[in-house]
């Protein structure tokens, strides 16, 4: 037969003791769930907050690409995220067009390419090359890879330390009186232009001198088959970088 334990009733002591450790402990618990909602909070936020700096600072981030208000005419079309200055003069470029104008044309190919190839805020990285869409069709591919390892060579590096905003960008653009008479022989043919010179200025940065950047060059621009395109590229004065050239 088994024996059975009789239970002792709790004194009224002991059962207030005990409800009170049991309130302690649920406080515990309690305020745990608290501190771990408060400490994730916290990390999300701080998560949130370096994502946001970054993008704010231009470094290692990615600008989108505004389709939106896209510019473009019979001829050309203007370069991603373009800058105050580029869109001027492309809606100049546009207005020649209009006119069948061809200096004019030759004139704002030049200054539209100038105010998007020597501008960085705008651009993610050395991949991204401004203004080939005024280089000479067939060779803008090659003027393309020669500038990442000319003036595009060193960009990525610009971006990380001084933040894309920071960076060059061209405020405007002087050109020289047209001259005609220039050409250009590509695979076996003649094309004939004009040929002009060009200046420029940017605007002020406190991260960067901009006076060591290339600032005056010289362009040969020829009617390809109705398109006026550029040929070449080249420097002149105390410029940095090498010469870029579409001829064979």
């Keep these: 037969m088994t024996k059975q334990t009789k239970r002792v009733p709790l004194s009224p002591e002991e059962k207030a003791r005990r409800r009170k450790a049991k309130k302690v402990n649920n ?7 608290i501190l771990s909602v408060v400490v994730i909070a916290f990390f999300i936020f701080n998560i949130f ?13 990615t600008l989108a690409v505004d389709k939106g208000q896209k ?8 370069g991603n995220n373009p800058t ?7 809606n100049e470029l546009s207005n020649a067009v209009e006119a069948n104008d061809p200096e004019k044309i030759a ?6 390419f100038v105010s998007d190839y020597y501008t960085w805020t705008n651009k993610d990285g050395n991949y991204e090359v401004g203004g080939v869409q005024y280089i000479f069709g067939t060779k803008f591919t090659a003027f393309q890879e ?19 905003e920071n960076l060059i960008e061209v405020a ?9 008479g ?5 695979n076996g043919e003649e094309y004939e232009g004009y040929y002009l010179e060009a200046n420029w200025t940017y605007k002020d940065s406190s991260a960067i001198d901009v006076s060591k950047f290339q600032n005056r060059a010289y362009f040969v621009v020829v009617n390809n088959n109705g398109r006026y395109e550029i040929t070449e590229v080249q420097p002149l004065g105390n410029d940095l970088t090498g010469g870029e050239t579409a001829n064979e």
């Design 146 to 164: 020669e500038a990442r390892w000319t003036f595009y060579s060193d960009l990525d590096l610009y971006i990380t330390q001084y933040g894309r």
């Design 71 to 78: 510019l473009s005419n019979d001829q050309y079309e203007i």
């Design 84 to 90: 105050d200055v580029q869109k001027e003069y492309f």
């Design 182 to 186: 220039a050409t250009s022989t590509i």
């Design 49 to 61: 907050s370096i994502g946001l700096k970054k993008s704010e600072s231009g470094s290692g981030t």
């Design 172 to 180: 405007s653009v002087e050109t020289s009186q047209l001259q005609p």
């Design 27 to 33: 406080n515990i618990t309690f305020g745990i769930i």
């Design 107 to 112: 004139e704002y190919v030049v200054k539209s």
